[in-house]
């Protein structure tokens, strides 16, 4: 695959990307892992507005369904040593074109997060990388997988009525990768911690358990599910260990998952992560934040019967990476956090 790049905007330790869906048009925010702002980009990569100019500390931004873009975002979480303060913010756009937001949980050390839905209950789904801290590198306190119903009607929440939380799963070490997997027609998420992988299922109706599957015991950082072989069923592809070089793909066998593949090289401090259709066939990306700093794609060959990889772009450092498909094009939005970049890449064959 080729990648033509472009660089729009320069962000100091640019970090979260996601895709907006804003006055009729499809749009993407990307957000700062400091005290920098938060920017809207049309699709054709030009800058719309500032969100907000701080606190920033934005490890996750999702929009509400069906909303006009009104979106969720994590603040304050600066760093595993400074997350103590963080919270989820609602983000809301109004008549005038200004941007509102407020608190809606207090949840310090919260990570990642995601709206799930199952049938036409909304689910937020909140991961903990600690739950507490006292001094630097403190993991003593193992972070922790919360579920909420997302009512709605979100008018009412606010810093003193906040979403309400039930804890699904504790003892979640350096509890750090999230990724969102379809399955049999609904929202499930892939949770990635030093315990492996589990894939958190909602539950039918509110009240009842959320349903945990415990697909790797490997101590892993980010993971995703792509059937790059298209033989109906899934490959697990892991980041390992936590902020680690290693990146692997794992083959279900007699309901297994065991590694079929490994990247011959260390990528240093792997991150960023996409797995799925990309010009039309499966797909990893991963970026890497330390040693190379490289952008790479990972596909089977169907005529090798083996797995390849190319380089997408070097010295970039990307945190994370998100695909968008638009007028036919397959395009990759990249916070290179290393290099301060924003960045826009055109894949094609």
């Known amino acids: 695959m080729k990648a033509e790049k472009k660089v729009l905007e320069h962000l100091t330790k640019c970090y979260s990307v996601a895709p907006l869906f804003y006055k009729g048009k499809e749009h993407f925010l990307v957000a700062a892992e400091k005290e920098d702002p938060c920017l809207l980009f049309d699709m054709d990569g030009n800058k719309v507005d500032t969100i907000w100019e701080g606190p920033g500390g934005t490890m996750s931004m999702v929009q509400v369904p069906g909303t006009d873009g009104q979106f969720l975002a994590t603040h304050k979480f600066y760093s595993p040593n400074d997350s103590k303060e963080a919270v989820i913010v609602l983000v809301t756009p109004d008549d005038l074109g200004r941007w509102q937001i407020r608190t809606v949980a207090s949840l310090p050390h919260v990570h990642r997060f995601d ?66 997997v379809e399955e049999n027609g609904m929202d499930t998420g892939l949770v990635s911690f030093e315990g492996g992988i589990c894939q958190f299922v909602p539950p039918i109706q509110p009240g009842e358990k959320w349903e945990v599957r415990r697909l790797l015991d490997t101590p892993s950082s980010d993971a995703v599910l792509v059937d790059f072989d298209e033989d109906g069923e899934k490959e697990l592809a892991v980041l390992s260990p936590f902020h680690g070089d290693c990146i692997s793909i794992y083959k279900k066998t007699e309901g297994s998952y065991q590694k079929v593949y490994e990247y011959e090289k260390p990528a240093e401090f792997s991150h960023a992560i996409f ?75």
């Open 115 to 180: 709206i799930l839905k199952r049938g036409k209950i909304r689910y937020l789904l909140a991961c903990t990388l600690k739950s507490g801290h006292e001094y630097k590198e403190d993991w003593s306190s193992p972070g922790k997988v919360y579920g909420a119903v997302l009512p709605e009607d979100l008018s009412g929440l606010c810093e003193s009525n906040p979403l309400k939380f039930e804890v699904i799963q504790d003892g979640m070490l350096k509890n750090h990768g999230y990724y969102r």
């Open 275 to 349: 797995g799925g259709s990309l010009c039309t066939k499966p797909a990893l990306v991963v970026g890497h934040r330390q040693g190379e700093r490289n952008l790479i794609c990972f596909t089977w060959n169907k005529e090798k019967q083996e797995y390849q990889w190319e380089i997408l772009d070097r010295d970039c450092g990307p945190a994370n990476v998100l695909h968008i498909k638009t007028d036919g094009e397959d395009l990759l939005i990249s916070a290179n956090r290393e290099t301060d970049e924003i960045a826009m890449y055109r894949i094609t064959p």
